[in-house]
């Protein structure tokens, strides 16, 4: 039986791949204590919002993470509380990339990659700590499949998660640019050698993610000129 394309033992694999990818995050989570970034993430997502912005503007981040984080301590402040947010986080990566391997190849490509993800000891270290980095990959992922189903003509849908997923990806960490220039690069290549006209659509969602994100333009370019971060330059 399918449905969508998936057939139940598709559905099945997905799902054991999740879970399993859920177990090996939940496991020792709490096993170190907090190190001195991820104390930062707390003290400061534990402040009100002006506050967090204005944190993050004389750090070295955009402050999505922090906010979104902020909304989910209302729940609780406890360690395990704070990393299972970067848990569940790092599921619904694995989740994307099943879909990304999907989309570019097939099913059996989408799970296996997927079952690589959710064993990998780097994925696994950063779902398990209070940073943004796995919410960037997740945001990266999403916009790579995204932009993929967007010059594939496949629907509508993939407009909006694409500027949100990369829109998100530029207000969490300022490495999604790196990202937007393999794109719009690819997209190139596409305009050029394929007969479907996407450009005015291309030109047009680039446009609009750079508009969204002029608001924290000029502290971004304050951030690389001033902070003394080898890594912004």
């Known amino acids: ?4 394309g998936f057939t139940n033992n598709t559905y099945l694999a997905a799902i054991s791949i999740l879970l399993l990818s859920y177990i090996l995050r939940v496991i020792g989570l709490t096993s170190e204590s907090l190190w001195i970034d991820e104390g930062y ?3 400061l997502a534990t ?8 944190g993050t ?3 070295q981040h955009p402050p999505l993470y922090y906010l979104l984080l902020h909304l989910w301590l209302l729940g609780g402040q406890s360690v395990f509380f704070l990393r299972y947010f970067s848990v569940l986080i790092g599921v619904l990566g694995v989740a994307s990339v099943i879909l990304l391997g999907r989309s570019l190849l097939d099913q059996k490509t989408g799970l296996m990659t997927g079952f690589l993800l959710a064993c990998s000891p780097m994925h696994i270290w950063y779902s398990q700590e209070a940073r943004m980095y796995i919410l960037l990959s997740l945001q990266t992922t999403l916009s790579v499949y995204s932009f993929w189903r967007l010059i594939n003509g496949k629907d509508r849908a ?3 998660t694409y500027f949100l997923s990369t829109l998100g990806a530029l207000y969490t960490h300022y490495f999604a640019v790196f990202i ?6 690819i997209a190139l290549g596409w305009m050029i050698n394929s007969k479907k006209k996407i450009v005015i659509k291309w030109v047009g969602i680039q446009l609009l993610i750079f508009a969204a994100f002029v608001p924290w333009l000029p502290i971004a370019l304050y951030q690389a000129r001033y902070h003394h971060m080898k890594w912004l330059s």
């Open 1 to 4: 039986m399918k449905s969508n």
């Open 41 to 43: 993430s707390l003290a």
């Open 47 to 54: 402040c009100n919002i002006k506050e967090i912005i204005r």
């Open 57 to 59: 503007a004389a750090d």
């Open 158 to 160: 993939p407009f909006y």
């Open 180 to 185: 937007l220039i393999f794109e719009n690069l």
